[in-house]
């Protein structure tokens, strides 16, 4: 199976100027946010541009071993993000193919990297948006958006409370510097992840209780502020904002966690009514 560039109008001189001018913030954004090398970016570009790819040159840079014309980005990091988001077919149904011509190679590795890659940026164009509106169609399509243990299939309780505790400690601080911002980007890729940070608490607590109560106020009280002070921020933050201090106060959660949030909800309500 080769890949369908009907897609691409390379006949149509104005969808090609456009497409040339939307290759510009491509660009920008893949200087920003990766290691893609000059050479590896012609690559990218030439994909975005015509939906084609120099097979042999490819080979000359990577080796036979680890190219294919079926997966065109398979050498590089997040490849399957970058095949999504420059591809010219953007339908659900060649979404699909993309991700099934890699099935071969599906692990969860190559779905963390993409996560990585989306959930850990902490750059942000002047318009907000990272990948053309593509934004949270391709977390949700590439990456792991839950953190239980079923999610995590081959490891047994032990090991599964330290991969909760990663995701954790990783979400956990993307949410914090969100929820601090004095102007947060509301393209921010955190809530995306709210579902993996609510699966992980739980296990986190039972690895390092004392840690994860000491530092719920870094998170709750912002929160419970920003609640409190609506038109200060934009309905996504603020919508944020009321999700973590609900997910919080979950009854499923260990009640002592449940008590530590009433308890610094319970201080921020006083110091408010003193001022």
Not at 172 to 182: N, Q, V
Request: hydrophobic fraction near 35%; proline fraction near 5%.
């Amino acid at each position: 199976m080769t890949i369908d560039i009907s897609a691409w109008k390379t006949d149509d001189k104005a969808w090609m100027k456009e497409r040339r001018a939307g290759w510009k913030d491509i660009k920008n954004t893949i200087d920003q946010l990766t290691s893609v090398r000059g050479r590896d970016k012609k690559f990218l570009k030439t994909f975005y541009l015509t939906g084609e790819i120099n097979i042999d040159e490819m080979r000359k840079v990577f080796g036979r071993r680890w190219t294919d014309p079926d997966k065109p980005f398979l050498p590089m990091e997040a490849s399957i993000l970058y095949e999504c988001w420059l591809t010219a077919d953007q339908s659900d149904d060649n979404w699909n193919r993309i991700k099934e011509s890699y099935e071969e190679r599906r692990s969860r590795a190559m779905y963390d990297s993409c996560r990585e890659f989306l959930g850990t940026l902490d750059y942000y164009p002047e318009s907000g948006a990272l990948f053309g509106g593509l934004e949270e169609r391709l977390y949700h399509f590439l990456c792991p958006t839950r953190c239980r243990p079923e999610d995590y299939p081959h490891l047994n309780r032990e090991q599964y409370i330290s991969a909760a505790w990663g995701v954790y400690g990783k979400t956990k601080m993307a949410l914090i510097e969100f929820l601090k911002s004095e102007s947060p980007n509301p393209n921010n890729f955190v809530r995306y992840r709210l579902s993996e940070w609510r699966d992980s608490i739980a296990p986190t607590f039972v690895k390092i209780p004392k840690e994860l109560l000491d530092a719920l106020h870094q998170i709750v009280k912002p929160a419970h502020n920003i609640i409190n002070n609506p038109t200060a921020y934009s309905d996504v933050v603020v919508d944020v904002a009321k999700e973590v201090e609900a997910i919080l106060k979950d009854e499923s959660l260990p009640q002592p966690i449940r008590d530590k949030v009433d308890e610094i909800i319970n201080n921020v309500n006083v110091v408010r009514r003193t001022k």
